[in-house]
């Protein structure tokens, strides 16, 4: 039978869980590394398990841990809503986000919001990480409050917009397209640039924020066609430094891509196939829908990018 309950001690559960460290989950709650250790044991008692066991490389969570962990953290969100206040105030808020975004997003992004954040609410943190496969799941069980991900307005991707489970808000931040990356004396250059010549040459090919295909991928398999990918890569720059040094034809969105690409000696053309832009968009679970400090942090993000970031109206003549 589960012995009484201190409701103080899940947030430190949670924290032990995801950092798998008593310094760190000690760094991270504001508290003495003992203080943490007191109360691992109090939650040991109470669930009358190790909960976690001590190896080389850290805390490793037993399976009575790993059992509790799904239902935990939506635990704390109703806890959290159910003793939400009415007001919100930034300037004394030390409310901790998580967020899951695309690599390209960071540039696209936290230049515009960040600054009025750090002044609004100076002890308010975000805590990142990379838009992962599971991050949609993770945005369904509550588990992250927000996430910026890529998804498409064109009817032939199986990434359409449309496809949002309806559990989850959104709002578009900004649009983009791709662009084809090239060396400067390429000899593609020098042809007439179609499909055929697009095709004929070998790609560079960059994977972020878990996807597994590319609306260009999914437009020319309804042609009958694919490109020949030599290389897959995970890293931009390295990428980039590739194309500036080989044959290889990069594809990339086209914000990310024009701003990183001005210290490589490198070209761009649109792709030779008719494509609908893409969008990043803001995403949540309904259930932060009308929490205050949630809302607050939204709309700083939606305006701050809005206003800095004017949607895509035509694309630029090359």
Same mark, same amino acid.
């Given at each position: ?197 697009? =095709? $004929?040459?070998?790609? /560079?090919?960059?994977?972020?924020? +878990?996807?597994? #295909?590319?609306? &260009? ?74 929490? =205050? $400090?949630?809302?607050? /942090?939204?709309?700083?993000?939606? +305006?701050?990018? #809005?206003?800095? &970031? ?9």
């Amino acid at each position: 039978m589960l012995k009484h309950l201190d409701l103080n001690l899940l947030p430190v559960l949670e924290i032990l869980l995801e950092e798998q460290s008593v310094t760190a989950a000690a760094a991270r709650l504001h508290l003495s590394q003992s203080a943490v250790s007191k109360q691992l044991t109090r939650l040991r008692e109470v669930f009358d398990d190790p909960l976690f066991e001590r190896t080389a490389y850290g805390l490793k969570p037993t399976p009575k841990a790993l059992s509790l962990a799904p239902d935990l953290r939506q635990c704390l969100q109703q806890l959290a809503q159910f003793t939400r206040p009415d007001s919100f105030e930034p300037a004394l808020s030390q409310r901790q986000f998580r967020m899951h975004l695309v690599e390209t997003t960071y540039s696209l992004t936290f230049p515009y919001f960040m600054p009025s954040l750090l002044v609004q609410a100076p002890w308010v943190s975000l805590n990142c990480q990379t838009w992962r496969l599971d991050t949609m799941d993770r945005l369904l069980r509550c588990d992250i409050d927000l996430a910026i991900g890529c998804r498409e307005w064109d009817e032939r991707s199986p990434m359409h917009v449309n496809h949002i489970p309806d559990d989850l808000h959104y709002v578009e931040l900004v649009q983009d397209y791709t662009v084809c990356l090239m060396r400067r004396d390429h000899p593609a250059l020098a042809q007439e640039w179609d499909l055929d010549t697009f =095709l $004929s040459y070998r790609q /560079l090919q960059v994977a972020f924020g +878990g996807l597994e #295909h590319w609306l &260009l991928d999914d437009v020319l398999q309804m042609q009958g066609r694919k490109r020949d990918i030599a290389v897959n890569m995970t890293d931009f720059q390295s990428a980039l430094a590739l194309c500036e040094q080989s044959d290889l034809i990069l594809c990339a969105p086209s914000r990310y891509a024009l701003a990183v690409m001005k210290s490589f000696d490198l070209k761009y053309l649109p792709p030779p196939i008719k494509l609908i832009p893409g969008a990043y968009l803001l995403m949540w679970h309904k259930h932060f829908e009308h929490d =205050l $400090s949630h809302k607050w /942090l939204r709309e700083l993000i939606i +305006g701050k990018v #809005h206003a800095s &970031l004017p949607n895509i109206s035509a694309k630029p003549s090359l």
